[in-house]
């Protein structure tokens, strides 16, 4: 059964720094995307972070920019998100996402992992 397993997540203060890990269990194709998004109780999932497969082009959505960083190992079909200087507003559920380019939340045959949640106290 392909699926993506997330791990990590937790509850961090104001100013600190989770990392996320979502491993797919069969291998990524070069024309899709993995990436990550999130989401609170009555919000729309957003966008927080993706890479194209094919080239490792990293992207990220503006109000993550300068703190989260999208990286990849390619040889486990992993993808990783490490967050610094985590913010309240930050607070939601993450989830991991894999699925053809551009990988949008409403995008057809994108697969989720089973989400992560993140909470930052202030």
């Known amino acids: 059964q392909v699926q993506l397993t997330e791990s990590g997540g937790g509850l961090v203060e104001t100013g600190g720094s989770l990392r996320l890990s979502c491993a797919a269990s069969?291998?990524?194709?070069?024309?899709?995307?993995m990436g990550w998004f999130r989401q609170v109780p009555g919000k729309e999932r957003e966008f927080v972070a993706k890479?194209?497969?094919?080239?490792?082009?990293?992207y990220y959505a503006d109000n993550v920019k300068g703190r989260f960083t999208i990286s990849r190992e390619s040889a486990v079909n992993t993808v990783y998100l490490q967050m610094d200087n985590l913010q309240p507003e930050d607070t939601a559920v993450y989830y991991c996402?894999?699925?053809?380019?551009?990988?949008?939340?409403?995008?057809?045959?994108?697969?989720w992992g089973q989400g992560s949640q993140v909470t930052v106290s202030s």
């Open positions: 996402a894999r699925g053809p380019w551009p990988l949008e939340s409403t995008s057809r045959g994108v697969l």
């Open positions: 069969t291998r990524t194709f070069s024309s899709h995307a």
């Open positions: 890479i194209k497969w094919s080239t490792g082009q990293r």
